[in-house]
């Protein structure tokens, strides 16, 4: 099962139990079953699932409820913060220091990206204003200075390698002492796959490290190969001090629980995730925001973090519009059009934005972008009342001749105008009450304060007053939205 299906069983679980009159415990571990099913089925260790499904029924005791209390809402924030502590080892991830050298040594598997990932992360950190270089240490693999050195001449990424020196030892550290002397901020090291069993490579592997004497060792791991990466993980833990990890390939067709949950074995964060084969499908990794993308629940921090890291032209309006939660057709139409490809593929971004992650929309999105080139296609065919309009649902729904004409205009059936105007809507709902809350958390404000900033169907779903108190207490840690 992909991370795409996983996170729909998982909602799909949540979602039952609004459908029940009754909360009791049968009803709370037929849901447990199905999420801890679809975790199983997604490669996550058993050991892992057993301790989520026992945290859950320790925290949620039915009997010690006090009423008027919302148990749906309590057994869904418990999930989920389960859900959050499975790919979250509670320690903090190493942060680079400025105007200082900081060596990043990348290990893993052969196959697993790693020389892809090298340059992704120096493209991230070069666009955040660091002076980054690479050097490549990896003599084993045929290919992969010419590999690094072409992703870095694209990049305009100075680089380090050699076509005649056999000994990596000696690469990293001339590497090193030369972008050292030139003071290069991120000085990131390119070292040979390897495999547990292979010892020598192992043992040539601590060899680099300790000639470089790295800031953070990175384990790069491939989200493919299922709950194989727990004993590999722990291998290259046992040798080198692995401080970070990075999970590639994590683009909806690896099943990667097998990867999240091996972040258990190494007690080191995830600090970056790939998201697809271009260099800057890459970005930082934040498990709250992750799991809420998984859930279908978007993550309009990221989305927002996104139009600015782009510095999109004329599109100050665009972002003060998504942090305000108003959007209009006309803004839904330029990220389509000018953005999408900017910022990877289609599904990927559109899964950043609220109620459209888990969609019928959404799985089609993660494959390809047809639906995005339709989506256009109907919007060249409104006019400019219609876009410019925040309530254009509204307005298609007064005057449904509307919806002919624009279907007729753009060569679909109505049904796929209607399917667009339909998400509009609801992301334009699902934006408005959980950018109200990201707001509020940033703010020392009671519960009656943002009670009065959330929509009523919204403070209806977290439990009324009761449950928005409650979450409060946790200082806005469960603070959360589902569009159950």
Not at 270 to 295: C, M, P, Y
């Amino acid at each position: 099962m992909v991370l795409a299906d996983l996170g729909q069983k998982i909602t799909s679980a949540l979602r039952s139990l609004s459908n029940a009159i009754v909360i009791n415990e049968n009803v709370l571990n037929s849901m447990l079953k199905e999420v801890c099913t679809a975790l199983l089925e997604a490669d996550v260790n058993i050991k892992l699932v057993k301790r989520l499904r026992e945290n859950v029924k320790s925290a949620i005791v039915l009997e010690e409820i006090p009423p008027g209390l919302n148990k749906k809402k309590m057994i869904q924030c418990a999930v989920f913060n389960e859900l959050v502590q499975l790919v979250d080892p509670g320690v903090n991830a190493w942060n680079p220091t400025k105007r200082k050298n900081n060596v990043i040594m990348c290990v893993g598997l052969q196959g697993s990206g790693k020389t892809t990932t090298c340059s992704k992360m120096a493209y991230f950190y070069q666009r955040k204003g660091w002076k980054t270089c690479l050097i490549c240490a990896d003599t084993y693999r045929a290919g992969a200075f010419d590999q690094l050195k072409q992703n870095a001449t694209k990049a305009r990424i100075p680089f380090y390698g050699s076509y005649t020196e056999v000994d990596p030892v000696v690469i990293a550290r001339e590497g090193v002492e030369r972008f050292k002397s030139e003071n290069f901020e991120i000085i990131i090291v390119d070292t040979s796959g390897r495999h547990k069993q292979e010892e020598s490579l192992f043992e040539e592997m601590l060899q680099v490290s300790n000639a470089v004497q790295p800031d953070n060792i990175v384990y790069v791991m491939d989200a493919s190969i299922g709950q194989a990466c727990e004993s590999q993980a722990k291998a290259f833990k046992d040798k080198v001090d692995v401080a970070s990890v990075i999970v590639t390939k994590l683009d909806g067709h690896a099943k990667g629980g097998g990867a999240l949950s091996a972040v258990a074995a190494t007690k080191s964060p995830i600090i970056f995730i790939g998201t697809g084969e271009h260099i800057d499908d890459f970005e930082l990794f934040k498990s709250q925001a992750f799991v809420k993308r998984l859930l279908g629940m978007g993550d309009i921090e990221g989305l927002i973090d996104k139009c600015k890291e782009l510095k999109l032209d004329d599109k100050e309006e665009l972002v003060n519009n998504m942090i305000h939660g108003q959007f209009t057709m006309r803004d839904i139409y330029g990220v389509f059009e000018q953005n999408v490809k900017k910022m990877g593929t289609s599904g990927h971004v559109l899964q950043m934005i609220p109620g459209f992650g888990n969609s019928d929309l959404s799985k089609e999105n993660v494959q390809e972008t047809r639906w995005t080139k339709k989506c256009i296609t109907i919007m060249d065919s409104m006019n400019d009342q219609e876009l410019d309009d925040k309530d254009c649902s509204k307005l298609f729904n007064k005057q449904p001749n509307r919806i002919q004409r624009v279907a007729r205009g753009a060569g679909v059936a109505t049904s796929d105008v209607q399917v667009l105007l339909s998400w509009f809507s609801q992301m334009g709902k699902n934006i408005e009450g959980m950018k109200r809350l990201f707001m509020s958390k940033n703010k020392n404000l009671n519960a009656n304060q943002v009670a009065r900033m959330m929509r009523p169907r919204f403070l209806h779903q977290v439990g009324g007053m009761g449950g928005l108190q409650s979450m409060m207490r946790g200082n806005g840690k469960d603070m959360m939205v589902f569009n159950m």
